[in-house]
């Protein structure tokens, strides 16, 4: 049955509002969408998952963090287990996070229950968020317990490999990064995913528009377009979900003048798809993919980087 059909049926049901507002908000209606959460929550006071999927749409798309702040603060008041109140402390997180107020997000993370919980899910999402403040040793045990349950966690091994990583831990790191790189492999590419030809063709329009010390760096560089990074590579140490590879030619002895040179750029069609929210993103996030790569290879050359994916 419809989520329409069950409030026509019956109009005070908190269960119909709450999914109807699901489904505005999956199709982009956020302020329909926070109306029926908002019922939903008129109607029972203690309705969480509403207070929960309100908050959630109040920081994303609406960005109105107060309001989201408050509705966390509300779920928690009713959260009946350690499951609820991760979720709602995990999107109080997230808005802290995107207001740069990260010494509050980081007092969150460490208010958030320890875990493990009932799904990988929240193990890979309450590992990440201690990663992301900073506090690797604690991601860890949850991060792997994540991959533990779902050896095929695409995003779960990635982060468990940052967080080797920030613990300096190598084998740790290209043994997740691997895995990651095999679950990536066995996932379809986004839903709007380019033909080869047709990604090439952005790659050949993207690059000119580079600031001219950069573009002649790639001056006689050979262009590759694959999936992702090989294996070999990656049990290197590179990261399997890197947007560009490049090979770089050694300069000569006393050739300090000399500008930098690629041999080879490698571009990586999934992972630069998956970065970009659209394909109407693609260009831009494939300049911002091989100006970055070109500073970061190339220091001298971050004076000229125009540091935006805009002409």
Request: glycine share 6%; charged share 25%; aromatic share 6%.
């Amino acid at each position: 049955m419809s989520a329409q059909k069950s409030l026509e049926l019956d109009a005070q049901s908190p269960e119909a509002h709450n999914l109807l507002g699901y489904v505005k908000a999956a199709q982009g209606n956020a302020e329909d969408a926070i109306e029926h959460y908002r019922q939903a929550i008129a109607l029972d006071d203690t309705f969480v998952e509403a207070m929960l999927n309100a908050a959630e749409v109040l920081i994303h798309p609406l960005h109105d963090f107060e309001a989201a702040l408050g509705m966390v603060d509300e779920a928690l008041d009713f959260a009946e287990n350690d499951d609820e109140r991760a979720d709602a402390l995990l999107l109080k997180y997230d808005a802290y996070m995107h207001q740069g107020d990260k010494d509050n997000a980081s007092r969150v993370v460490a208010s958030l229950p320890k875990g493990p919980f009932e799904g990988a899910r929240l193990d890979f999402l309450v590992g990440r968020a201690h990663l992301e403040v900073g506090d690797a040793a604690g991601a860890l045990p949850l991060l792997q317990s994540a991959v533990t349950r779902e050896p095929t966690y695409g995003d779960a091994q990635h982060t468990l490999a940052l967080a080797h990583e920030s613990l300096g831990d190598t084998r740790g790191m290209v043994a997740a990064f691997l895995r990651a790189r095999e679950a990536d492999l066995a996932q379809p590419p986004v839903f709007w995913a380019l033909s080869r030809e047709s990604f090439e063709e952005r790659v050949r329009e993207t690059i000119p528009r580079l600031p001219k010390p950069l573009l002649a760096s790639l001056d006689d560089a050979i262009v590759i377009v694959t999936d992702l990074p090989g294996a070999e590579v990656v049990a290197d140490g590179v990261d399997p979900r890197s947007g560009v590879l490049l090979d770089t030619a050694q300069r000569a002895p006393g050739s300090g003048a000399a500008p930098p040179k690629v041999t080879r750029m490698f571009i990586y069609q999934r992972n630069a798809e998956r970065a970009a929210e659209d394909v109407s993103e693609l260009n831009d996030e494939l300049y911002a993919l091989i100006e970055d790569e070109l500073c970061a290879t190339f220091p001298e050359l971050a004076a000229h980087a125009l540091n935006e994916g805009e002409d």
